[in-house]
Nanobody, 115 residues
Framework: QVQLVESGGGLVQPGGSLRLSCVAS????????MRWYRQAPGKERELVAT????????TYAPSVKGRFTISRDNRENTVYLRMNSLKPEDTAVYYC????????WGQGTQVTVSS
């Protein structure tokens, strides 16, 4: 079955950096676009970044463009989210996602940006 396991979250000061990882299994990873979402307390889940399967094209939410970078390693079945210049408003649970016959989600990893 499809499994997505995120890691790399934590507490970081404003202006700091983190790299999230998501290891995927149970499907042909290289054939699917992968996404990172986040959900802050009291807010709806929002799409942060997407990377396509075929050419690795990337798209970002306006709020993170220029600060976050999504990438993938098809040999390791892993998608990454490098987050630089973190702000308190980036605080959220970050989720890895793949859409096949339905949406699949990981368990999430908490990112807290605070001094």
């Amino acid at each position: 079955q499809v499994q997505l396991v995120e890691s790399g979250g934590g507490l970081v000061q404003p202006g700091g950096s983190l790299r999230l990882s998501c290891v995927a299994s149970g499907f042909t990873f290289e054939s699917y676009s992968m996404r990172w979402y986040r959900q802050a307390p009291g807010k709806e889940r929002e799409l942060v970044a997407t990377i396509t399967a075929i050419d690795g094209a990337t798209t970002y939410a306006p709020s993170v463009k220029g600060r976050f970078t999504i990438s993938r390693d098809n040999r390791e079945n892993t998608v990454y989210l490098r987050m630089n210049s973190l702000k308190p408003e980036d605080t959220a649970v970050y989720y890895c996602n793949v859409l096949r016959t339905k949406n699949y989600w990981g368990q999430g990893t908490q990112v807290t940006v605070s001094s």
